[in-house]
């Protein structure tokens, strides 16, 4: 990923100054490995394409470009590679669990929002309840619900600041009413049980789910 020095560099600076492991003074970032919770977030569609075209130019899956992502803003980049050095945070690998000899079936459930509009992308984040609260934090000094602070958070990351007015969509401010109510949980999203391929595209509104 790009917020990573080559591994060649990496192994160079394991003879710098020793410094103290990040995890003594935070312990609660020594194991963020599980997507233990959730969060809602509607995007512009059009930034939802920038996405797609900036990890596609790193080579990575949107899930390694956000989970690494929003370790670098919440706690720097320098925390980011020790991670990658010692396989904790993010990187950290938790012991496999036992077999059970329970099988359980899965039913695939495709949520989707008919009234939304096609200007307007809802996903559902699954991330560390770590992560989150500490995103929490922060959305809180600027007076912003958490899914409103991701929005501006991953739209200023991805489309800059300064957006050009011809580049701008209008979006319907009733989508956009509807987008911030399923994205407060003031509603769920209707359910399609084992669509097939051709049923889930003709689907209008489909959630995007993805896990971190």
């Known amino acids: 990923m790009f917020w990573f020095k080559a591994k060649k560099q990496l192994q160079d600076d394991s003879g710098d100054s020793p410094r103290e492991p990040f995890y003594q003074g935070r312990p609660d970032l020594l194991d963020l490995s599980a997507n233990d919770a959730q969060l809602r977030v509607w995007l512009p569609e059009q930034t939802r394409?920038?996405?797609d075209r900036a990890v596609k130019s790193v080579d990575a899956t949107l899930s390694e470009y956000l989970r690494e992502f929003f370790v670098v803003y919440l706690y720097?980049?320098?925390l980011l590679l020790q991670m990658k050095q010692t396989n904790t945070g993010i990187f950290f690998t938790p012991p496999?669990?036992?077999a059970s000899d329970v099988k359980y079936s899965r039913s695939r459930l495709v949520e989707y929002i008919p009234e939304l509009g096609k200007n307007i992308k809802a996903i559902k984040i699954f991330l560390n309840a770590q992560i989150?609260?500490?995103l929490?934090?922060?959305a809180d000094k600027t007076g912003f619900a958490l899914s409103h602070f991701v929005r501006e958070v991953l739209?200023?990351?991805f489309?800059?600041?300064i957006v050009w007015p011809e580049r701008q969509v209008v979006l319907s401010s009733e989508h956009i009413s509807i987008a911030t109510q399923w994205e407060n949980e003031q509603f769920n999203p209707q359910v399609s049980?084992?669509?097939s391929y051709e049923e889930e595209s003709a689907l209008e509104g489909v959630v995007e789910i993805i896990h971190l």
């Open 49 to 51: 394409l920038v996405m």
């Open 76 to 78: 720097g980049s320098d």
């Open 96 to 98: 496999p669990r036992v």
């Open 132 to 134: 989150k609260a500490d």
């Open 136 to 138: 929490q934090k922060l």
């Open 155 to 157: 739209i200023s990351h």
């Open 159 to 161: 489309s800059g600041h």
């Open 193 to 195: 049980v084992h669509p």
